[in-house]
């Protein structure tokens, strides 16, 4: 499992479990993961934003494709599977995002 999904600070730690244990829902947002670790919205942008340099957002959108990497490695499921079971709902959105993260298409990552 990529470094990225152990981060060694245990708020992210919290934060990164529960976005995992939500990981197939594509409605699970900022709000919900801020509800789910009993913060305000506001000061979960904000403690994010200080630790990552990122949004909420865009945590949640990398630890899913980082999740989507190692599916695919296994080579066992297709894009489309995968994309649907890391929670995106759309495959076009979700090759978009795996590119401009990881520089390359989903479908080279098993090649």
């Known amino acids: 499992m990529s470094d990225f999904l152990k981060p060694k600070n245990t708020f992210l730690q919290k934060v ?22 009993s913060m305000s919205r506001s000061n979960l942008l904000r403690k994010v934003k200080q630790e990552t340099g990122e ?6 959108r990398n ?4 999740h989507a990497k190692g599916l695919l490695k296994k080579n066992e499921l297709t894009v489309s599977e995968i994309a649907y079971k890391v929670g995106f709902s759309s495959t076009s959105y979700f090759t978009k995002c795996y ?8 479908g080279e990552e098993g090649s």
């Open 99 to 106: 590119r401009e993260l990881f520089g390359y298409t989903p």
């Open 16 to 37: 990164v479990a529960v976005i995992e244990d939500n990981l197939a829902d594509e409605h699970f947002g900022v709000t919900e993961l801020a509800e789910s670790i």
């Open 63 to 66: 630890v899913r494709l980082h």
């Open 55 to 60: 949004s909420v957002s865009v945590l949640i």
